[in-house]
């Protein structure tokens, strides 16, 4: 779940099944069912239907942590430019860097350092559209010691110049949960 409307959709979907939601909050959901209302494949089946799954797999868990971590860091939260994006994740996990490096590369197929970078290019897509800060602004706010780092991260990542991309009709913004795929 990358998203309150998430939270807002299973907590109606399973409630209308018979599930007790004790706890719902972004990737994670803490649930007692009753056997004879419904059933751990039903639940599956519903998450299933939006695009959810059930993790059983600690590792997974961790990585889903970890992708969780840096959505909040880079989009949900004020970006402190200042705080290095690996000791974020290594004072939020208790874990050294190569270990949720490694981890995550292991189980996804994309490094950690471009899922990130795939995210802040994201977010720099947002701020571009709002159109309330220069790109100057923007490059600092996400963290790039310039705006022709920014710029060339930007057409490395998109294909398309800044400019390129504020004259495009069609943005080509992804949702979080697609950015890992490129979509």
Not at 129 to 149: D, H, K, N, P, R
Request: aromatic share 8%; charged share 25%; hydrophobic share 40%.
């Amino acid at each position: 779940m990358v998203c309150s409307c998430c939270i807002h959709l299973l907590r109606k979907e399973l409630s209308t099944d018979g599930v007790d939601i004790q706890e719902i909050k972004m990737g994670m959901i803490v649930l007692s069912i009753d056997r004879q209302k419904t059933s751990w494949k039903k639940i599956e089946r519903i998450l299933g239907s939006y695009g959810f799954e059930i993790i059983r797999d600690k590792e997974k868990m961790l990585v889903d942590q970890i992708k969780q971590a840096v959505i909040d860091l880079v989009h949900n939260s004020t970006f402190n430019a200042m705080v290095r994006n690996s000791d974020y994740l290594v004072e939020r996990f208790g874990m050294s860097y190569p270990y949720i490096s490694s981890l995550f590369s292991k189980k996804e197929n994309i490094t950690l350092e471009k899922f990130i970078i795939l995210h802040k290019i994201e977010k720099v897509k947002e701020l571009i559209e709002y159109g309330e800060l220069t790109l100057s602004e923007i490059a600092y706010m996400m963290g790039y010691s310039s705006v022709q780092y920014l710029s060339t991260q930007f057409k490395s990542v998109t294909g398309l110049s800044v400019t390129e991309f504020k004259v495009t009709p069609d943005n080509r913004r992804s949702g979080l949960d697609k950015v890992i795929d490129g979509e």
